[in-house]
């Protein structure tokens, strides 16, 4: 079985703070990718990376940096935390069902608040 | 700006009955479209994939295709009480492997 895994289930910040998410995952897949879900806004993309030291920006990386010094390990890193960071995070790696059938297996989130 | 729209619902649908979620993206060159399924407090699996104009079926759950009218759905039959989520629509242009995501529809399928 695929397995992506996050760091922390829950977190609580504080304005300001550096803050690390990571997020590892065991099938040796390239792509990878982190999202933010909000209520009524579904999954935005934040970041990607297709290889190792490979990153490209998604839809809303203001605010963020991502790390990816090994291929199985994606760090999203929020450099000064702020309250509208608040969010679910996801964690994602794309790769192949047992039947070949493309897919993004995500990670189990975190739960960010910042006080 | 790519969008993809779902209906946010809830859908309330009597167990047994069916239940049909829709999407519709605005991006013509869209290849391969994608219903992921969420549970509260999980994260998405995917449960269908379809690429091709028409109907794959899978089980209980059927999704159709119409590219000229830029929608997607996804049929449940038979709702099971543990149907109950929130589906989201994904798609995916043939030119990168980033997909663009719909809000989700809540489904409720009620005993």
């Known amino acids: 079985d695929v397995k992506v895994t996050q760091s922390s289930r829950y977190l609580v910040k504080r304005t300001g703070e550096k803050v690390f998410l990571e997020c590892v995952q065991d099938?040796?897949?390239?792509?990878m990718f982190w999202y933010r879900q909000d209520p009524g806004l579904g999954l935005r993309l934040i970041y990607f990376?297709?290889?190792?030291?490979?990153?490209e920006k998604g839809d809303i990386p203001e605010g963020y940096s991502v790390s990816r010094e090994k291929k199985e390990r994606f760090s999203l890193i929020l450099e000064s935390a702020s309250t509208n960071q608040t969010s679910m995070y996801l964690c994602?790696?794309?790769?192949?069902?047992?039947?070949?059938?493309?897919?993004?297996?995500f990670g189990p989130g975190t739960r960010l608040l910042v006080l | 700006q790519k969008e993809v729209e779902q209906n946010s619902g809830p859908l309330s649908v009597p167990e047994g009955a069916i239940a049909s979620l829709n999407c519709t993206y605005s991006?013509?060159?869209?290849?391969?479209f994608f219903w992921y399924r969420q549970y509260s407090g999980k994260s998405p699996e995917l449960i269908m994939f379809?690429?091709s104009n028409g109907d794959k079926e899978d089980g209980r759950f059927t999704a159709q295709l119409n590219k000229a009218s830029q929608y997607v759905s996804l049929l449940i039959r038979d709702s099971q009480p543990s149907d109950s989520a929130t589906y989201l629509c994904?798609?995916?242009?043939?030119?990168?492997?980033?997909?663009?995501w719909g809000a989700g529809t809540k489904l409720i399928i009620k005993p």
């Open positions: 994602a790696s794309r790769g192949r069902q047992a039947g070949g059938q493309e897919t993004q297996y």
């Open positions: 991006d013509r060159g869209s290849q391969s």
């Open positions: 099938m040796d897949h390239e792509n």
């Open positions: 990376s297709y290889d190792v030291k490979m990153k």
């Open positions: 994904a798609v995916r242009l043939d030119s990168n492997y980033q997909l663009i």
């Open positions: 379809i690429y």
